[in-house]
Structures are given as structure tokens and as C-alpha cells.
């Protein structure tokens, strides 16, 4: 899903690491992984590298928010997401799954859901059908704790809320962006759920800045 993003890094001189989580995509068959898991995931990838920049894209947000605690990292970026508070779960951002069972992938369709599927052309929803797995009933259902006091800079990128709309939810101390403080960077970026799709470029672009 990275890849037009991590080719415009890279060709810009930097090192990109797609981190797939275990449970997921080509990791599937690794069974009902949890939170945990994904932020030990993120910690190897992570380990002996330098000046390395955590980005985490909408559940992502979780692991990357705990192994940011853990290892020294230069800098954390969400995309589409926040630094949720200890105690958030994945589960509780939603409708409740039917089941306890793997988490299916939502349906791809844009009539159905404009905003979190905008600026997507049949090509990169066909991807997404495509490509799209279960994701562990135990890593959504799992509270997370940072487990760590390591605390670096965060930058946040906006997809489908605007600043307006963060500032709000900020001040009505919504859980969202409760924990963005006033020294975290937010840049906004229109367009839907799946910026590395939509506007890779612009994604790339502020990334780097």
C-alpha cells in the first residue's frame, strides 16, 4: 500500500521501511496477534537504525504510540490518526465486531462511503479489494499501554478532519486528539482514509517537511 510513498522517500534520500504486522496482508497466517505484537513488530523494525521517524496510519497509531515510548525514535508522524491515550482500544472506535473471530475488511465501496474512501480511483480501490485481509480480533480488542516514558516530537498529518474540526475535538477533549499538545506539528492533507493511494505525492512531500 506504501509503495508509490516509499519510492518518492527514497529517490529523495531517504530510507523507508514498510513494516507489515503480524496477522495481516503477507502475515496472515500468524494467527490472532495482538497489540502487543504489533508494537514488538514495530520496535524490530525499528532497532539499530538511526534518526529513524515512526509513521503510523490509522490503527497503526496505537503500536506506533507505544514503541515511540520504548526505543529512541527522532520523531513520530501520524497520518489520519493520533496519540490515543493508555487505555484506548481499536474496538472502541467503531461499530463492535459480530464476532470474536478475525475482523473483516470493510466493504470498498465509494457510494456507500464518500469521506473515508475519497480521492480513490478504481484502480487503488481495486488494490484495496484486492489486497485486503482480516485483521486479529486480539490486536483491536487489547488496550494499549506505552509502556515507556520516552516522549519524542509528533507531527500529525490530516486526511479527513480538518484543523477546524481538530481544534474542536481537542477542546471538547475527545479522545481523537486529546493527547495532541500545542507542540504538535498538524498539516492538513484532504482527501480520504488512504493518502498513500490518493495523493502519494503530497503525502511523500509532507512527510519529509
Same mark, same amino acid.
Given at each position: 500500500?506504501w509503495d508509490?510513498v516509499?519510492?518518492?522517500?527514497?529517490?529523495?534520500g531517504d /530510507? &523507508?521501511?514498510?513494516?507489515t504486522l503480524?496477522?495481516?496482508g503477507?502475515r496472515a497466517?500468524?494467527?490472532?496477534?495482538?497489540l502487543? @505484537?504489533h508494537? &514488538?513488530?514495530?520496535?524490530?523494525?525499528?532497532? $539499530?537504525q538511526? #534518526?529513524?521517524v *515512526?509513521v503510523?496510519h490509522s490503527y497503526?497509531?496505537?503500536?506506533? %504510540?507505544?514503541?515511540a515510548a520504548?526505543v529512541p525514535?527522532r520523531?513520530?508522524i501520524?497520518?489520519? !490518526? $493520533?496519540?490515543?491515550?493508555d487505555g %484506548?482500544?481499536q474496538?472502541?472506535?467503531?461499530?463492535?465486531p459480530? =464476532? %470474536?473471530g478475525?475482523?473483516?475488511? /470493510?466493504d470498498?465501496d465509494p457510494v &456507500?462511503?464518500?469521506?473515508l474512501?475519497?480521492?480513490?480511483?478504481?484502480?487503488a *480501490?481495486a488494490?484495496?479489494e484486492?489486497?485486503?485481509?482480516?485483521?486479529?480480533?486480539? !490486536?483491536?480488542? @487489547?488496550p494499549l499501554?506505552? $509502556?515507556?516514558?520516552? #516522549?519524542?516530537? +509528533?507531527g500529525?498529518? +490530516?486526511?479527513t478532519? =480538518? *484543523?477546524?474540526?481538530?481544534t474542536?475535538m481537542? +477542546?471538547?477533549g475527545?479522545?481523537f486528539f +486529546?493527547s495532541v $499538545?500545542?507542540d504538535v506539528?498538524? =498539516?492538513e492533507?484532504? %482527501?480520504g482514509?488512504?493518502?498513500?493511494? =490518493?495523493?502519494?505525492a503530497k503525502?511523500a512531500?509532507?512527510?519529509?517537511?
Amino acid at each position: 500500500m506504501w509503495d508509490a510513498v516509499a519510492e518518492r522517500l527514497r529517490a529523495a534520500g531517504d /530510507r &523507508a521501511i514498510g513494516v507489515t504486522l503480524a496477522g495481516v496482508g503477507d502475515r496472515a497466517d500468524e494467527g490472532d496477534a495482538d497489540l502487543e @505484537q504489533h508494537v &514488538a513488530d514495530i520496535i524490530a523494525a525499528a532497532r $539499530g537504525q538511526e #534518526n529513524v521517524v *515512526l509513521v503510523g496510519h490509522s490503527y497503526a497509531g496505537l503500536p506506533v %504510540t507505544a514503541a515511540a515510548a520504548r526505543v529512541p525514535v527522532r520523531r513520530v508522524i501520524y497520518v489520519d !490518526s $493520533g496519540p490515543l491515550p493508555d487505555g %484506548t482500544r481499536q474496538l472502541d472506535m467503531g461499530p463492535p465486531p459480530e =464476532s %470474536t473471530g478475525p475482523v473483516p475488511p /470493510r466493504d470498498w465501496d465509494p457510494v &456507500a462511503d464518500p469521506d473515508l474512501l475519497r480521492g480513490l480511483d478504481a484502480e487503488a *480501490l481495486a488494490l484495496l479489494e484486492k489486497r485486503a485481509t482480516t485483521h486479529p480480533y486480539a !490486536s483491536v480488542a @487489547q488496550p494499549l499501554r506505552r $509502556g515507556g516514558s520516552l #516522549n519524542p516530537p +509528533a507531527g500529525l498529518i +490530516a486526511c479527513t478532519f =480538518s *484543523l477546524e474540526q481538530i481544534t474542536a475535538m481537542r +477542546a471538547a477533549g475527545h479522545p481523537f486528539f +486529546a493527547s495532541v $499538545g500545542d507542540d504538535v506539528r498538524i =498539516s492538513e492533507l484532504p %482527501t480520504g482514509h488512504w493518502p498513500m493511494l =490518493s495523493e502519494p505525492a503530497k503525502l511523500a512531500d509532507l512527510l519529509r517537511a
